[in-house]
């Protein structure tokens, strides 16, 4: 199930769009502003961001700024009253991918996030398949013709993450960021602990591989397009 952060100072309004977003089977996590929002990311994945502009403490505009510094890449909708062109320019040159203006239609607003979910290149099903090979997001499983196991959840989300973008290279502090929080106390070693036990999981697997990119970080290849 996809779980979907709306930052929104307005009550009224975040109970509104969790309630429609519930309702169509997503999960919802509640954030009054920017700062309360920082501190979600660090407890949990999310796979979407919905996010006001004006908004005390840390408004919508620092709160993107900082996420998109950080090379936090969820997809981020923006929904505001603001609807001049210069908001609306600020909005994607900090790093929103979609930008709508209240009074919305929620029906759209559930319409938009299924296709940047989409345009993310994660099925609304959340299973990858590359070749023979089957990872479920809500089971943190892997399946092959061999055998099907459950992965831990850091390693599970870092294969999907990679799997997702075949050939995209990510560096330590991308994943760092984005699986176990901008905040997390742990060091870059502990995605390099991940990726070799990744690859330990991969040894027989014909269908990818995770490479290391010396200087800059990781990316999942295809075995065929190694080899040619």
Same mark, same amino acid.
């Given at each position: 199930?996809?779980?979907?952060?709306?930052?929104?100072?307005?009550?009224?309004?975040?109970?509104?769009?969790?309630?429609?977003?519930?309702?169509?089977?997503?999960?919802?996590?509640?954030?009054?502003?920017?700062?309360?929002?920082?501190?979600?990311?660090?407890?949990?994945?999310?796979?979407?961001?919905?996010?006001?502009?004006?908004?005390?403490?840390?408004?919508?505009?620092?709160?993107?700024?900082?996420?998109?510094?950080?090379?936090?890449?969820?997809?981020?909708?923006?929904?505001?009253?603001?609807?001049?062109? *210069?908001?609306?320019?600020?909005?994607?040159?900090? +790093?929103?991918?979609?930008?709508?203006? /209240?009074?919305? #239609?929620?029906? $759209?607003?559930?319409?938009?996030?299924?296709?940047?979910?989409?345009?993310?290149?994660?099925?609304?099903?959340?299973?990858?398949?590359?070749?023979?090979?089957?990872?479920?997001?809500?089971?943190?499983?892997?399946?092959?013709?061999?055998?099907?196991?459950?992965?831990?959840?850091?390693?599970?989300?870092?294969?999907?993450?990679?799997?997702?973008?075949?050939?995209?290279?990510?560096?330590?502090?991308?994943?760092?960021?984005?699986?176990?929080?901008?905040?997390?106390?742990? *060091?870059?070693?502990?995605?390099?602990?991940?990726? +070799?036990?990744?690859?330990?999981?991969? /040894?027989?697997? #014909?269908?990818? $591989?995770?490479?290391?990119?010396?200087?800059?970080?990781?990316?999942?290849?295809?075995?065929?397009?190694?080899?040619?």
């Amino acid at each position: 199930m996809f779980r979907i952060l709306v930052v929104e100072d307005d009550n009224e309004l975040r109970h509104l769009f969790c309630t429609v977003l519930e309702k169509k089977g997503y999960t919802c996590v509640p954030a009054h502003n920017g700062k309360e929002a920082l501190d979600r990311l660090d407890e949990e994945y999310i796979d979407l961001i919905i996010s006001d502009l004006m908004m005390p403490v840390m408004d919508g505009y620092d709160f993107i700024q900082t996420l998109r510094d950080a090379s936090y890449q969820q997809p981020i909708l923006i929904i505001t009253a603001k609807d001049s062109y *210069d908001d609306m320019e600020k909005g994607f040159r900090v +790093g929103t991918d979609d930008y709508m203006v /209240k009074p919305i #239609n929620v029906n $759209e607003m559930v319409l938009r996030v299924h296709a940047l979910l989409k345009r993310a290149q994660i099925s609304h099903e959340r299973r990858l398949t590359a070749g023979e090979t089957v990872l479920d997001y809500d089971s943190l499983t892997m399946t092959t013709k061999r055998k099907e196991e459950t992965l831990p959840q850091k390693e599970f989300l870092l294969l999907f993450k990679l799997v997702s973008y075949p050939n995209h290279i990510f560096t330590r502090h991308q994943l760092m960021d984005e699986i176990w929080g901008m905040n997390t106390e742990s *060091d870059m070693r502990t995605v390099d602990v991940h990726i +070799g036990r990744l690859r330990e999981r991969l /040894k027989e697997n #014909n269908d990818f $591989e995770i490479i290391t990119v010396r200087g800059l970080g990781y990316k999942a290849v295809k075995k065929s397009e190694k080899t040619t």
